[in-house]
């Protein structure tokens, strides 16, 4: 463990409020659980790598598991990017493999198999699972993104906030805007490997820091499991807390021990947002009524930089900051408003493609897998990994004043 990271860990555990309830377990990285170095450096993962990585043996059960969910997918009519690149030579090439943690490829696609109207269909088990994996991985990711197996994604720069605008200074179709990022704990795998403490100790890691926030972020969190159902409720029913994951994320094992471990931070007035263990380790939310982008991205901005000085998070020089789901590798950005565009939205497949030209994703009201209410739809930047964060900002500015532009037109 490096200097900086005994720090940052310092620093936590002196903010740290009793531990009770919670497991004092902890994770450190032994010789054999040490990241591939591929993942730092190449996409191509080479034999030896493929050794050293594997832990024992994939069992001849889930072998036969794997082989079902595959032939599952294969004879669907699935239009998921899982189908498109997990082919038989390379499912055959992967499927005794493992990553140092002892994840195998079935924990990685087990959820598009069987949810055959996936769009993506593929999550990563652990950071390690992105270079372990990395025939069916990086073919996906360049499919996505854009972003080639030769290429590097840049170093951190959130730029001006001051360079970007109100989307809508007269308020008439911009209904609110929010800039969320997610981050993964350091040393800490995804959701199908993580045991009951280690999803308690994250929650207990990522409260207390946020817990030492002042100014605006300054607020409270709450523990689902402490939580009324009336209270739950209330939250999702006003988009501010996250629900149970749908059918897509349980069979990703993303649900495992609910709800503990999982939880929500908030302000008073609810413009800054943090879920815990929701899908990834922790997603940082900042959100308004309007459409005046260049504040709630700062707000988003100040606090990443306060947590940085914290907690270490998972990233790799290739590919950025390490997520569960590959879509939002990268920055993790996701800058996004809900706005009613009546003249384009009346013709859905229109608005999709002109939403498309600009690199944006059009989602029902309450984001993926939902449908639009009272013609309110979410459209975001679609590009999270091979640009800054500033860059993702700008170019869903950008696209937003061209879709306004175009509806007035």
């Avoid at 994320?249 to 503990?260: E, G, I, T």
Wanted: proline share 4%.
């Amino acid at each position: 463990m490096s200097h900086e990271i005994k720090e940052k860990n310092n620093a936590v555990q002196d903010l740290e409020m009793p531990t009770e309830g919670f497991s004092t377990l902890t994770m450190s990285k032994s010789k054999e659980q040490i990241p591939c170095d591929h993942i730092m450096a190449s996409s191509k993962a080479c034999d030896d790598c493929r050794k050293k990585c594997g832990k024992g043996h994939v069992t001849q059960e889930t072998l036969m598991k794997m082989e079902e969910a595959f032939d599952q997918l294969n004879t669907s009519t699935s239009q998921s990017l899982l189908k498109k690149y997990l082919n038989r030579f390379v499912f055959d090439t992967l499927k005794e493999i493992q990553t140092p943690l002892g994840a195998n490829l079935l924990d990685c696609i087990q959820s598009g198999c069987e949810n055959p109207d996936s769009g993506i269909g593929l999550y990563a088990s652990d950071p390690d699972a992105y270079a372990v994996f990395n025939e069916l991985f990086d073919p996906l990711i360049e499919d996505y993104h854009g972003f080639k197996r030769s290429a590097k994604h840049p170093k951190s720069n959130w730029g001006n906030p001051n360079d970007l605008k109100n989307l809508d200074p007269e308020g008439k179709y911009v209904v609110s805007t929010r800039v969320r990022c997610g981050r993964s704990l350091d040393t800490y795998p995804f959701n199908p490997l993580l045991t009951e403490a280690q999803y308690l100790e994250i929650e207990q890691k990522i409260s207390t820091a946020l817990k030492s926030m002042q100014g605006e972020a300054k607020g409270t969190y709450y523990p689902l499991k402490l939580m009324t159902p009336v209270e739950q409720q209330k939250l999702i029913d006003d988009h501010f807390l996250f629900k149970e994951g749908d059918r897509f994320l349980q069979s990703a094992q993303a649900c495992r021990f609910w709800p503990d471990g999982r939880g929500i931070f908030y302000n008073p007035k609810k413009t800054f947002l943090a879920w815990i263990n929701e899908e990834d380790h922790v997603r940082l939310i900042s959100m308004q009524a309007g459409g005046d982008l260049r504040e709630v991205y700062k707000r988003l901005m100040d606090v990443v930089a306060e947590l940085d000085k914290l907690l270490v998070f998972a990233r790799s020089d290739r590919l950025g900051y390490l997520t569960f789901c590959p879509t939002n590798l990268g920055t993790t950005i996701r800058a996004s408003v809900h706005i009613k565009l009546p003249k384009l939205s009346a013709d859905k497949e229109k608005l999709d493609k002109a939403a498309a030209k600009y690199n944006l994703q059009v989602r029902g009201t309450s984001g993926e897998h939902s449908a639009a209410k009272d013609n309110v739809y979410d459209i975001s930047n679609k590009r999270r990994l091979g640009l800054t964060e500033f860059q993702a900002l700008k170019e869903m500015s950008d696209g937003i004043s061209a879709l306004i532009k175009m509806e007035t037109s």
